[in-house]
Every structure is written in C-alpha cells, then in structure tokens.
C-alpha cells in the first residue's frame, strides 16, 4: 500500500486480556519500528526489525511484550496480561536503509 | 527515556505569525528530524538535518541545528491554522560510529494557530 497501515485503529481490553497489534509497513521498506506514546507525551522506542531480523528490543518495558516480524513484511506486536499502564498509543514505522520514515496512524490501547 | 526537551510546551498565536519552536538534546547524534502530529494521528515528517548541517529549509519551514549546543529550532513562517498540531523533534543517535535509525523523541510543542 501507499503508506504504513495498522490496525485496529482502537482497542480496549479489559486487564489481563492478551492483546496483538498488527502493522503492514510500506511494501519493500527493510527496516521496521514500534514506537509507544503515552498522553501527553513522545513516542518511546520498544524495538526494531531489519527485514526478520529483531535487531533491538531494549525499549520493551518488560517480558509481556513481544514483537514479531516472520517474514520480513507484515509485524506483530503482542501484549500479554495487558495492565492499566499498557494503555498507549503504539505506532509503527518503517523506513528504507535510507532513512524517511513513515510512520502509520497507530493502535490507541486503552486497558480497563 | 526522553532525549530532548522541546521549548516552549505549549504556544498560541494568530494565523499569519511565525512560530519558533526549540529542541534540545544530551548526546552526539547522527541527524536531528521534526515531525508533526495531529490530534489522535500518526506523525508525519517534517525535515530532516544531519550533524555536519546548520539551516535547511522546506516550503514554510526552517531548521536550525547547532551541535556545540546541543540544540535545534524549527521555525514555521505565515503560519496557518491548518498548522495546528503538535511538533515533535527526533534524534537518531551514533552508536559505535553507525545508526539504524532508531529515534529518540522529545516531549512536543502543541501549537495552536488561531485564525
């Protein structure tokens, strides 16, 4: 597609549900990034995809968030036992080796 | 954690004014990027300068980058409500003489342009 796309656009779950956040990246785009933005604030990195590859997950505040990127395209962030800090918006970029990144219009997780 | 503050948090002004917002940040980066935002939307990119750059330019917009002081400023001119958003400033930081591009964000300017 022409741009990042991510879906759902929203989603609430109720605490201790599991949650999975899907991102499509621009077709051919290498590099892919999840980015998580509390109110108020800027995006925070979680982690970073070169093609499969998971080279940086340093940003993922604990082991309830996993990332996955299988073959290279579409990525999948995870969520388990979701808690009432969880509740964000998680956006996803993805750039050429190049640099420019786009970034998608984001999940807004909201956990209840 | 943060890299950057962003200065002012928040600034009002009249359609047809100029907005100058500031950035600054606490370690070598490898290019410094501004990036906008509106209300319960993705970002969008801006203009990006790299660390060996000083000015750049783009349409209305203009970027500043001083290295020895850490900081950047971007500068809308003629500003129009449409530019109503909020404004965020990136860095990609040097690690170990290369950069994947992972950025760090600041914590925004919301501006507001009044017509």
């Known amino acids: 597609g022409a741009g990042v796309s991510q879906s759902p656009r929203y989603k609430v779950a109720k605490r201790g549900q599991d949650v999975a956040l899907r991102c499509d990246p621009i077709?051919?785009?290498?590099?892919l990034f999840w980015y998580q933005q509390a109110l108020g604030q800027g995006p925070e990195f979680l982690t970073y995809?070169?093609?499969?590859?998971?080279?940086?997950k340093s940003g993922l505040p604990s082991d309830r968030f996993f990332a996955e990127r299988p073959e290279g395209s579409v990525s999948t962030l995870k969520i388990q036992r979701t808690q009432q800090e969880d509740s964000a918006v998680y956006l996803c970029?993805?750039?050429?080796?190049?640099?420019?990144?786009?970034f998608g219009s984001g999940t807004r997780l909201t956990v209840v | 954690s943060q890299q950057g503050e962003e200065d002012p948090q928040a600034l009002s002004i009249q359609e047809g004014e100029n907005a100058t917002m500031n950035c600054s940040y606490k370690?070598?980066?490898?290019?410094l990027q501004w990036y906008r935002q509106n209300s319960g939307r993705g970002l969008v990119h801006l203009i990006l300068?790299?660390?060996?750059?000083r000015e750049k330019h783009s349409g209305r917009l203009r970027v500043t980058l001083d290295t020895s002081k850490k900081s950047s400023s971007l500068l809308i001119t003629a500003s129009r409500a449409a530019d109503t958003a909020s404004y965020f400033c990136?860095?990609?930081?040097?690690?170990?003489?290369?950069?994947?591009?992972?950025?760090?964000f600041g914590q925004g300017t919301i501006l507001t342009v009044h017509p």
């Open positions: 300068i790299r660390s060996n750059e």
């Open positions: 995809f070169q093609n499969e590859a998971q080279l940086d």
């Open positions: 077709s051919g785009h290498v590099s």
């Open positions: 970029a993805s750039s050429t080796t190049r640099g420019g990144y786009t």
């Open positions: 990136a860095t990609a930081l040097r690690e170990g003489g290369t950069s994947y591009g992972k950025l760090t």
């Open positions: 370690t070598s980066i490898n290019n």
